[in-house]
């Protein structure tokens, strides 16, 4: 729950538990971070609370004494479609997440709760809050067939250019079967919107969306994450976990970046594609799923299979179709759209007044090359538009905040600069890199097109303060 003065100032969330001590800690953490917190001690109080109220976000335990979470789910679904809800469970009751996620939760937890899921959790629902509120002040983006324009803006995918419309008319064609997809696209193209659109647009599109970073997960805890775990599978195994596979049955799951799957696990994920079931590591029990696999990466996965790092069946697998995004440099006509895009959700976030983006400044931005693609471009807008509060941005503003071109990914590896030594221009690169990306350490290393364990490995080889940057 990072910037809770900027992010959390207007947002409200309804804890529901029976009991006592439970209702009190979750209102402490809650207002800790500046969230405005009511309680309800049961279903009953829960009902009458979200009648007089709206609210952003309700975490419900899910057995009480007078009912349970999923009849506070239901409630605040039917009256407020927009609310996130996250579900508590307690040991044992695995089949109560599954049913939740399947139900409409936005998330669910074991008990005992960790706070720090509790506000990754709660992050996520104001990201999403963000989004919609950007969404619903925009104007139409998009000119396109009847049939797409509805899952396009839903995605929050902008654009009009001829590339960008082929590309979705193509995926909208892979919706309508059950094959699994591969997306190999440029870091920052928006892969995971495109999976989204897919999902969208498919019949699976009121079934779960689960999404799984494989870079993101260290490698020891990524077959537990992916396939889930049996209470004493080892140690540290305190209750039984369900894994993404299990929660995405019946939709859609996304590995993104699947170039850094564990070559120990390829074989494991070749067999659940191919059989579509797989067991919890500690149990025997073999669980069938019915879902779509979605897989993108930034890496080009033929090459990594003739390098011995990518496993050749696996890859045929899972390119059964093989999908694409252009880049940013491709689509220019579009940049008008995607400025105005960013500008409208600063305006949200900031409760300020949208500027007006004059015409020297849209052509500087269809004139710059944006090798980080869309990424970059809203990282830049926010910059500009956090740097220059003026009612009117033009091509001064652009030029003031443009940074020099970025070194290559080769120059981030190893390759000398005359009269710098390497480590020093690695690290400063790596810092304002970082910097960019407002810390956030996932989409600094796609920036880079490096891997995140590469970004991690950099922030501790150069003593960089690891929990500077999430």
């Not at 440029?186 to 659109?197: C, D, N, P, R, V």
């Not at 689960?210 to 540290?236: D, I, Q, R, Y």
């Not at 980080?372 to 033009?394: K, P, Q």
Request: with cysteine; hydrophobic share 40%; aromatic share 6%.
């Amino acid at each position: 729950m990072n910037n809770p003065d900027s992010d959390r100032r207007n947002s409200s969330v309804l804890v529901v538990d029976d009991e006592p001590g439970m209702r009190t800690a979750l209102r402490a953490n809650f207002l800790r971070y500046g969230w405005r917190v009511e309680t309800a001690s049961g279903v009953h109080d829960a009902a009458r609370a979200v009648e007089l109220t709206s609210f952003d976000l309700v975490v419900s335990d899910i057995r009480m004494r007078d009912g349970d979470g999923f009849e506070v789910m239901c409630k605040v679904l039917k009256d407020s479609p927009t609310t996130a809800v996250i579900l508590l469970t307690a040991f044992g009751s695995v089949p109560e997440a599954v049913e939740s996620m399947r139900g409409g939760a936005f998330d669910y937890l074991t008990k005992p709760i960790s706070f720090e899921q509790l506000q990754a959790a709660a992050t996520r629902v104001m990201q999403r809050m963000s989004e919609q509120a950007a969404s619903a002040r925009l104007p139409k983006q998009i000119e396109s067939p009847a049939q797409l324009s509805s899952a396009i803006v839903n995605c929050g995918i902008v654009g009009r250019s001829p590339l960008l419309l082929q590309a979705l008319q193509r995926a909208r064609a892979a919706a309508s079967t059950d094959a699994d997809v591969l997306i190999e696209a440029e870091s920052g193209t928006g892969k995971e919107l495109l999976a989204k659109f897919i999902h969208q647009t498919s019949d699976r599109r009121r079934k779960p969306f689960v999404a799984v970073n494989c870079a993101a997960v260290p490698e020891n805890l990524l077959e537990s994450e992916l396939f889930g775990h049996g209470k004493g599978a080892f140690t540290g195994a305190n209750a039984p976990k369900i894994g993404k596979f299990e929660l995405a049955d019946g939709g859609t799951l996304l590995l993104d970046e699947i170039g850094e799957m564990p070559l120990n696990l390829q074989p494991k994920l070749l067999r659940i594609l191919q059989e579509r079931e797989f067991e919890r590591l500690g149990e025997t029990r073999s669980i069938h799923v019915n879902i779509r696999v979605i897989a993108t990466t930034n890496a080009s996965l033929a090459s990594m299979v003739d390098q011995g790092r990518f496993r050749s069946d696996l890859y045929y697998r899972l390119n059964v179709i093989p999908l694409s995004i252009p880049g940013l440099r491709d689509r220019i006509e579009d940049i008008p759209a995607l400025a105005m895009h960013f500008a409208e959700r600063f305006a949200v976030e900031t409760e300020s007044a949208v500027p007006f983006l004059a015409p020297s400044f849209i052509e500087r931005l269809q004139s710059h090359s944006w090798p980080g693609n869309i990424r970059e471009l809203a990282n830049f807008m926010r910059r500009v538009l956090s740097l220059n509060r003026g009612a009117s941005i033009d091509a001064s503003c652009f030029d003031k905040e443009i940074q020099p071109p970025r070194p290559s990914q080769a120059a981030l590896i190893g390759m000398p600069a005359p009269g710098i030594p390497i480590s020093v221009l690695e690290k400063m690169h790596l810092e304002n890199t970082l910097a960019l990306a407002h810390g956030n350490r996932t989409h600094a290393a796609e920036m880079l097109g490096i891997s995140l364990r590469t970004m991690r490995n950099k922030i501790k080889e150069y003593g960089l303060p690891p929990r500077s940057y999430a």
